[in-house]
């Protein structure tokens, strides 16, 4: 999507224009009539276009996502990040209008989700700071949990406005991807039963897997399964989830070089090309680098549309497949069944 046809501020000047006919809920603690109804952020529905950035803190990490002239990324890895997620988190902030104020007690602040970091994770608020091109800021919200009490489709949430300890029940929510991971398109490619051709997983002081499938459509078998064992047909079915698809959770720049004993798994495509995980530092700790090349010419495109995602970054691994990484021969296979 072009950076500069998101539409936010056409969007959202509309519905500044739309008047407020609904009778709004009292409730037990005092509330600032002369802000009810009132947009928290004015400037964004106006100048919804010039947000450049959104410097993100919650209970796991720092981050900022930054719109460049050909798209959005996140700041420290340099990955392209949704365009939509970015639209979404500034629509949110932007039709957010005040309800009634709440407690302004910093030790209460968890009851609402807005706690400082430090606190219990699920009490610690999300703060997103919306900066433009000149690294002005031009809102800083604090986001806590939801509240469903507050009238109208989109319901309410609890917000802390910069450094101040009032807090505040807001109609509208900011809409933070959640977890960081919801930021970018996770998925690189399905290699699903038919196109699975075999994996071979080795290095890192590890048994050696191989695992093939004879016949498009075949279930992978242990090529080197040891003697008195067979497929363990479960793990290795297992096994082949770890490319439908190919994912990640986490993703950085590189850091330092593969030493040259790291565990390695190559996948083999029968559309062509071929896909090998390295893993970066110790296996346990789920990053890899992927390399892509095409086997034959039937699978160059592919390839070269595939590379283009991986190539310049590190990548980290869900917890399941960080186990399977580190399988050996003996998980992946079993005792034969007595014969009935």
Do not use: C
Request: net charge negative; aromatic share 8%.
């Amino acid at each position: 999507m072009n950076v500069r046809q998101l539409g936010i501020l056409g969007l959202l000047t509309a519905v500044s224009l739309v008047a407020v006919g609904v009778t709004l809920r009292t409730g037990a603690q005092g509330f600032a009539s002369d802000k009810r109804g009132q947009r928290v952020f004015p400037e964004l529905v106006q100048r919804a276009n010039d947000v450049a950035s959104l410097s993100i803190r919650d209970a796991e990490r720092n981050y900022t996502i930054e719109k460049r002239a050909d798209g959005f990324y996140e700041k420290d890895s340099g990955y392209p990040a949704k365009a939509d997620a970015f639209r979404d988190v500034v629509s949110g902030a932007a039709l957010l209008s005040y309800e009634e104020t709440k407690t302004a007690d910093p030790a209460r602040f968890a009851d609402l989700g807005l706690a400082d970091p430090g606190a219990a994770p699920d009490s610690i608020g999300r703060q997103v700071i919306f900066r433009d091109a000149k690294n002005e800021v031009m809102a800083n919200v604090t986001a806590g949990n939801r509240d469903t009490t507050v009238g109208g489709a989109a319901g309410g949430s609890y917000i802390r406005l910069g450094d101040q300890k009032q807090t505040w029940l807001v109609r509208g929510e900011v809409r933070v991807p959640v977890p960081q991971a919801a930021w970018f398109e996770i998925n690189f490619v399905n290699i699903g039963r038919d196109a699975l051709a075999g994996l071979r997983i080795s290095g890192g002081g590890l048994d050696e897997i191989i695992a093939v499938s004879e016949n498009k459509g075949d279930d992978l078998k242990i090529a080197n399964a040891p003697e008195g064992r067979e497929t363990d047909g479960g793990k290795v079915m297992r096994l082949s989830f770890m490319v439908d698809p190919i994912s990640f959770q986490d993703v950085r720049k590189p850091k330092g070089e593969p030493s040259p004993d790291a565990r390695r798994m190559v996948v083999t495509s029968r559309n062509g090309y071929r896909v090998t995980y390295t893993s970066i530092g110790d296996v346990a700790e789920g990053w890899v680098r992927f390399a892509v090349d095409a086997t034959d010419d039937a699978g160059k495109t592919e390839a070269d549309e595939l590379r283009k995602k991986v190539e310049g970054f590190e990548f980290k691994l869900a917890q399941h497949e960080i186990d399977m990484l580190k399988w050996g021969l003996m998980d992946v296979t079993a005792e034969p069944k007595p014969k009935s």
